[in-house]
């Protein structure tokens, strides 16, 4: 703690534009005493404290000029924060420990704290840093309540232990924890990745290659979808663009150029929108050329849809069927999810009208 009374009872009367005799008139104290103050020779009463923070529009607190070392939790959760961006590890660590102490039980810190271990353990992959995060994360799992912010979780948390394990080379407890945390495919491509790059066993990959790359197309499609609408609200015409790329994206997973697979479903949507967005940006010619193309997939396709991984790079000898959430079929999906999303114009208006025209 460190008081600076003194150098804020002089700066604070500088700034209202005081000298020591009008501040002691205004206190009703002799000038003496207002330099005694200044000089750090002597302090204010408890009364007279009160009543300069009052002159000041200022409070006893800041008056005094009491600081606390990083303030309070939320100061030290940021000093660690700060430290271990810069690389302070030994700084972080000592901040860490002594903000544990004090606070142990504090689910911010404690998962702070065994962040920055985890960054520190990726630097010198030292078990003994591994270990003490890892610790701090279990920690970090019994404190979860339901206001943690829903990014944080157990599963999360756990990827973290599974990660600092891959940092020492231990790859094996990392996959073990990973297989356990795989809900909803969300570490399949990890998985596959240690499985395959870091321990050569291949085969054991493949099974988790083919399930990361079906969301992977999925959640790329819907990804895009939002970034054009994001796009389009700001008037940007990399709204067109990034559709431009998924259409070519799903064009280049498929084995056999002229045969339907499943990503024609999805590239007649993204196609349907991007002339909306056409449109809307005076691109008209592209902008029928593409609801046409739009139609004639969609058509094809729900003639002789194709719901599974048939013709597809990676999976084409998956079994089963591919679901999403667009629609059973090609033309619902369109009416939907473009012209039931995109804003009522007059660009929309008219490419809707280009299409129901070839719905007869």
Partial sequence: MELKLA??????????????????????????????????????EVRLLMEMADLFDSSVDSLLGYEQQSGNVNGRIRRIRDLMTQKRFDEAVAESDKALQKYPNNFRLVYTSAFMYMV?????KSRVTMMKSNELFEKAITLLDPNTSGEINEITINNYIAT????????????????????????????????????????????????????????????????????????????????????????????????????????AISLALMSVWEETFGYG????????????????????PVNSARGLMFINDVEGTLVDSFGDTVCE???????????????SRKIRALWDARKG
């Fill in 285 to 304: 010619e592209q902008a029928e050329e593409h609801i046409n193309q739009a139609y004639d997939l969609a058509s094809a396709f729900d003639a002789a």
């Fill in 333 to 347: 999906a369109v009416e939907n999810y473009v012209f039931g999303k995109v804003p009522k114009n007059k660009a």
């Fill in 164 to 267: 600092n394990f891959m940092s020492v080379g231990d790859m094996e407890t990392a996959l073990e924890i990973l297989k356990k945390n795989n809900v909803h495919n969300i570490n399949s491509s990890l998985i596959s990745f240690l499985y395959a790059v870091e321990l050569g066993r291949a085969d054991d990959a493949q099974g988790y290659v083919k399930r990361s790359i079906i969301d992977f197309i999925i959640s790329t499609t819907r990804t895009t979808y939002a970034a054009s609408f994001a796009y389009a609200k700001k008037h940007d015409d990399a709204c067109i663009t990034s559709l431009s790329w998924l259409t070519g994206f799903l064009d280049s997973l498929k084995t056999d150029a002229c045969a339907l697979a499943y990503t024609d479903k999805l590239k």
């Fill in 7 to 44: 150098e804020n009872i002089r700066s604070l009367r500088k700034e209202q534009g005081m000298t020591q005799e009008q501040l002691a008139n205004a206190l009703g104290v002799t000038v003496g005493a207002v330099y005694k103050w200044e000089a750090g020779l002597s302090i204010p």
């Fill in 120 to 124: 520190k353990t990726a630097e010198d």
